[in-house]
């Protein structure tokens, strides 16, 4: 399944943060939205940066007291692997897997368009798996349609 197609049947908002949001209001979004990362956009909304839960975890451990002085842009990563609309999810899936990241951001023209999770990439491999074995045990009851 193309990343596009899976965008189109799962629709949803992607809140983003500024690099200078401070790093308490953007634990506060993290955690008011049961999400664990958040992509960085500039003025433009143009994809440069994002920051996980693991970024200000890393921090609070590194600085403690101190990392709540520091702001978005203080701590996203700026090396970003990024995906496009026209990309398998079981190439994301690879990519996820070989670099050990948890979210690809999708871009169009350096503008965010979709964030993928590992759980979006479980979700849609648990519905292939779903439906390859309802038509195989049709196949083998000799119940298939086709």
């Known amino acids: 399944m193309k990343v596009r197609e ?6 949803r908002r992607i809140l983003t943060a500024q690099a200078e949001r401070p ?7 993290l955690l008011d939205n049961r999400i664990s990362c958040l ?8 994809l440069v940066g994002i920051i996980s ?10 600085h ?3 990392f709540v002085d520091k702001t978005v842009g203080d701590l996203m990563t700026v090396d970003l692997i ?3 609309v026209d990309d398998d999810l ?15 951001p999708i ?3 350096r503008r965010i368009v979709g964030l993928l999770s590992v759980g979006d990439i479980v979700k849609s491999q648990l519905k292939n798996i779903q439906t390859e074995n309802r038509y195989l045990r049709q196949y083998i009851d000799d119940k298939y349609p086709g």
Do not use: S, W
């Open 53 to 62: 839960d693991k970024d200000i975890f890393r921090a609070a451990y590194k």
């Open 64 to 66: 403690p007291g101190r």
């Open 6 to 11: 899976y965008l189109e049947r799962n629709p």
């Open 39 to 46: 992509p960085v956009t500039d003025e433009g909304e143009n």
């Open 82 to 84: 990024v995906g496009v």
């Open 107 to 109: 871009v169009e023209n």
């Open 90 to 104: 079981a190439y994301i899936a690879g990519i996820m897997t070989n670099n050990r990241i948890r979210h690809v």
């Open 23 to 29: 790093i308490p209001e953007a634990m506060a979004m």
